[in-house]
Antibody, heavy 122, light 110 residues
Framework: EVQLVESGGGLVQPGRSLRLSCAAS????????MHWVRQAPGKGLEWVSG????????HYADSVKGRFTISRDNAKNSLYLQIHSLRTEDTAVYYC???????????????WGLGTMVTVSS | QSALTQPASVSGSPGQSITISCTGT?????????VSWYQQHPGKAPKLMIY???KRPSGVSIRFSGSKSGSTASLTISGLQAEDEAAYYC??????????FGGGTKLTVL
């Protein structure tokens, strides 16, 4: 079964850092581009970042550029999101999602994890 | 990266058809056939319903269909059922190699 499982969320103070992980199973991670999408409580979906199969192409939403770093370890079938200088507005459920292609061009979010909740509060 | 524009809510009775619009620009919806639609029930992860404007993933009911005209995409749900009550989000690839979502539409089945 194709599955994505996020972890690493929790309650964090403003200004601290956090690393989220996404474990893939049921498919070969290095065949696909991957994404992070977040959803603030009671709000809509927001695309955060995407990374190509070989990490050569990486893009971010303007709202997180400079503070978020996406990475992957295909040997470990894992995707990561490093978040620095956390702000209260980063409070959200963070989902990892699989693209349909290996490259970071077009396509939809075909497979989704269940998400991990990040709460930024003092 | 302005969000795509969707109506906040739509409603319909069981058996009826509804259409949800999604308006963008020539840099996103109007420029690419990479529009997708997602269904999200409360407390659940989103589910892909339509991709590449008109295509349905395996397992998605034929009652769901997508289309596009210019910079406006649409999702139509025919034969409304109680289980269709959910939030629906459109999404498009953009010329900046980013993806942008619509604000979401809450579908109520009366």
């Amino acid at each position: 079964e194709v599955q994505l499982v996020e972890s690493g969320g929790g309650l964090v103070q403003p200004g601290r850092s956090l690393r989220l992980s996404c474990a893939a199973s049921g498919f070969t991670l290095d065949d696909y581009a991957m994404h992070w999408v977040r959803q603030a409580p009671g709000k809509g979906l927001e695309w955060v970042s995407g990374i190509s199969f070989n990490s050569e192409s990486i893009h971010y939403a303007d709202s997180v550029k400079g503070r978020f770093t996406i990475s992957r370890d295909n040997a470990k079938n894992s995707l990561y999101l490093q978040i620095h200088s956390l702000r209260t507005e980063d409070t959200a459920v963070y989902y990892c999602a699989r693209g349909p292609y290996d490259v970071l061009i077009g396509g939809a979010f075909v497979v989704w994890g269940l998400g991990t909740m990040v709460t930024v509060s003092s | 990266q302005s969000a795509l524009t969707q109506p906040a809510s739509v409603s319909g009775s069981p058996g009826q058809s509804i259409t949800i619009s999604c308006t963008g620009t020539s840099s996103d919806v109007g420029g690419y056939n990479f529009v997708s639609w997602y269904q999200q029930h409360p407390g659940k992860a989103p589910k892909l319903m339509i991709y590449d404007v008109t295509k349905r993933p395996s397992g998605v009911s034929i009652r769901f269909s997508g289309s596009k005209s210019g910079s406006t995409a649409s999702l139509t749900i025919s034969g409304l059922q109680a289980e269709d009550e959910a939030a629906y989000y459109c999404n498009s690839y953009t010329s900046s190699i980013t993806w942008v979502f619509g604000g979401g539409t809450k579908l109520t089945v009366l």
